[in-house]
C-alpha cells in the first residue's frame, strides 16, 4: 500500500483547508484510514480516523467539531477537512493506513509523506 498525501499550505487563522491521500492498491476498500500531525519540537499525534467503511469516525480532542475526516473508495481517496484553522495547527500532516481501527489511532502500518500545514495569526 501506498500512500500519497497532498493539500497543504497556507492558510490564515479561522481559514480552511482539505487534505487528501490517495491510495495505491486494491486493498482501500479494506483499510482503515486515518491522519497525524508532526509539530515542530513535538512529537507525532493523531488527529483523526475512519473506519473501512466510513460508518465510523475518531478525532483528538484538539480538531473535534472543527476537522472531518471522510473516504471516497471510488477513488481510493481520504480527506480531512479542516476549518476554523488555528496557529496551534501548524504541522506536517501524515496520511496513515492500517486493518485495525485501533491500530490506526496508535500505530498504523502504512505511512504516506507528510503534507505542510501553516496556518498564519
Known amino acids: 500500500v501506498q500512500l500519497q498525501a497532498s493539500g497543504g499550505g497556507l492558510v490564515q487563522a479561522g481559514g480552511s483547508l482539505r487534505l487528501s491521500c490517495a491510495a495505491s492498491?486494491?486493498?482501500?476498500?479494506?483499510?482503515?484510514m486515518g491522519w497525524f500531525r508532526q509539530a515542530p519540537g513535538k512529537e507525532r499525534e493523531f488527529v483523526a480516523a475512519i473506519t473501512w467503511g466510513g460508518g465510523s469516525t475518531y478525532y483528538a480532542d484538539s480538531v473535534k467539531g472543527r476537522f472531518t475526516i471522510s473516504r471516497d473508495s471510488a477513488k481510493n481517496t481520504v480527506y480531512l477537512q479542516m476549518s476554523s484553522l488555528k496557529p496551534e495547527d501548524t504541522a506536517l500532516y501524515y496520511c496513515a493506513a492500517d486493518r485495525a481501527i485501533s491500530k490506526v489511532q496508535s500505530n498504523p502500518r502504512y505511512w504516506g509523506q507528510g503534507t505542510l500545514v501553516t496556518v498564519s495569526s
Open positions: 492498491g486494491r486493498t482501500f476498500s479494506s483499510l482503515c
